[in-house]
DNA sequence: CGCGCACTTGAACCCCTTCAACGGGCGTGG
DNA sequence: CCACGCCCGTTGAAGGGGTTCAAGTGCGCG
């Protein structure tokens, strides 16, 4: 509980606030590989993330993910189902290592949510997910592979190198194959070119970023 | 203002917070085709929908639309720009006469929305989006459009004879040809039949569930 | 009766995936 | 130090799902 204090999110709670919270509440150490909740499941807690690193996925054909977001701490996991009362849309797993406050949301109080400093958390928590939302859609609706690529080369170029060009390509939401194809196309053309390690130089950005915007 | 205090969304608002909202907003009647905000717009309103329709999208190559949802009264329209600080992810047009009450957010003390009434009609707002963005996702990502028809059919399936096809394929984000090309193999394959006026008499829902859920 | 609009049908095309084979670098073991 | 094997990225060819474009069909309404 001390601990819990020292961190921003909840600086800003009184006594009385943790006091309730945290009787609702367990802290547990979770695993990497450890599944907060699984698509379809019947929502049970709340979860603040206080540690470690949270994939957020759908499931499609064959196996296939559809990868949504990554939660780093601190952030609130899994609200949308409790406010909703719908069953959850999409899995929470851990890739790493991490620590979570689990929070029986159904032992507070109903009008818990409707303190200001409580209500003020969640709704930055929600705006935040319509935008990552929001996001998804338009670059799983509207980009075109190019697009996606040209766009994180942008925004995550440095990643090039340091991850493998097959995570990259999950985030993405396209194949490895796709990516090596679009990588191979913009290196022809002179936008880019592979330097060492596997790492990516960008050549002409103004092309790339036409590339995004507008095709 | 007599009329706000009618309206179900604003009965629990005291005269206090009607004197702050009422002194930061106007009231504005719309015709259909009126354009609340354009998909890239600073945001500058917040609206509440009091009457009409609006219908929310985001522009696709060649002109095409991606539809992502109608609202209806009362609705509030446009919060995730403000609380977020991003331009507009999407365009709202009226689709029929309506009226909305504009609210120059600005205008309102910072925390008019850390007020208990206002910031519960505020979350439960966003979390009526974020589902209605989960939705389109799985639409739009991960359903085939056998299953989108399928879908609609079983929910929605009385709104055929009484819009045409191009407009139920627009609410799909499928072309026409799709749309029939789809309804003629339901048809041939026994689990639908066209009636009189175009309308359709499901005739295997059990197999079209299937085809939703599952493939 | 005939016109027009909506729906249908066919063929080509596009983008991306899938599957399969290949190639190249790097570490490990001989 | 070389050779092997493995992993990862690359490349090619085929396939799939939907769109696009164009032509055909049917039906209601004047």
Chains 1, 2 share one sequence.
Do not use: W
């Not at 994939?55 to 952030?75: C, D, E, M």
């Not at 999409?90 to 290592?97: L, Y």
């Not at 029986?104 to 303190?115: P, T, V």
């Not at 338009?138 to 040209?150: P, R």
């Amino acid at each position: 509980m001390k601990k819990l204090k020292d961190i921003p999110f909840f600086s800003e709670f009184d006594d009385n606030l943790f006091e309730e919270l945290f009787s609702a509440s367990i802290f547990q150490n979770c695993n990497k590989g450890k599944i907060l909740f699984f698509e379809g499941d019947e929502p049970r807690y709340l979860y603040v993330l206080l540690e470690g690193k949270v994939r957020v996925y759908k499931a499609k054909n064959k196996g296939r993910q559809l990868y949504i977001h990554r939660f780093t701490p601190v952030s609130l996991i899994g609200e949308l189902a409790n406010f909703e009362n719908v069953l959850h849309p999409v899995t929470a797993e851990f890739t790493s290592q991490g620590r979570v406050l689990k929070i029986d949301y159904k032992k507070l109080g109903s009008d818990f949510f409707k303190k200001p400093e409580i209500a003020s958390k969640i709704i930055e928590s929600l705006s935040g997910k319509i935008k990552i939302l929001s996001d998804v859609i338009h670059k799983e609706t509207i980009l075109s592979s190019d697009a996606k690529v040209a766009k994180f080369i942008i925004e995550s170029g440095e990643l090039f190198g340091k991850i493998k060009n097959a995570q990259i390509a999950s985030l993405l939401n396209i194949t490895p194959e796709t990516l090596s194809r679009v990588l191979g196309k913009f290196k022809k053309e002179g936008l880019i070119e592979i330097a060492e390690k596997n790492s990516i130089k960008i050549l002409n950005s103004t092309k790339l970023q036409y590339i995004f915007l507008g095709h």
